[in-house]
């Protein structure tokens, strides 16, 4: 079972920038999708933007155009960019293969909060 660290995240105002990284414990190459979650204060857990080992991605309606997501099979690393931040993107950010449930181990996460 890969483990996953995530770093990166802060306080950031409005319409700023942040890059989210997920370090994992082994070789990520072959794990067909991951992805970025999130999870706001009193809501579920949802997931954002995902990559798969091709390198197609999806992104959630509400941050397209604004994230980027992208990996580095050599680092074993996942990135998250993203830019214009909204004060409905404060959460705790996770990442993890696609799909993963609640059963399914979860980083620690790293809190991104958007505020002026």
């Known amino acids: 079972q890969v483990q996953l660290v995530e770093s990166g995240g802060g306080l950031v105002q409005p319409g700023g920038s942040l890059r989210l990284s997920c370090a994992a414990s082994?070789?990520?190459?072959?794990?067909?999708?991951m992805g970025w979650y999130r999870q706001a204060p009193g809501k579920q857990r949802e997931l954002v933007a995902e990559?798969?080992?091709?390198?197609?991605?999806n992104y959630v309606d509400s941050v397209k155009g604004r994230f980027t997501i992208s990996r580095d099979n050599a680092k074993n690393t996942v990135y998250l960019q993203m830019n214009s931040l909204k004060p409905e993107d404060t959460a705790v950010y996770y990442c993890?293969?696609?799909?993963?449930?609640?059963?399914?181990?979860w980083g620690q996460g790293t809190q991104v909060t958007v505020s002026s």
């Open positions: 990559i798969t080992s091709g390198g197609s991605t």
């Open positions: 082994r070789s990520i190459f072959s794990i067909n999708a």
């Open positions: 993890n293969i696609v799909p993963a449930g609640p059963h399914d181990y």
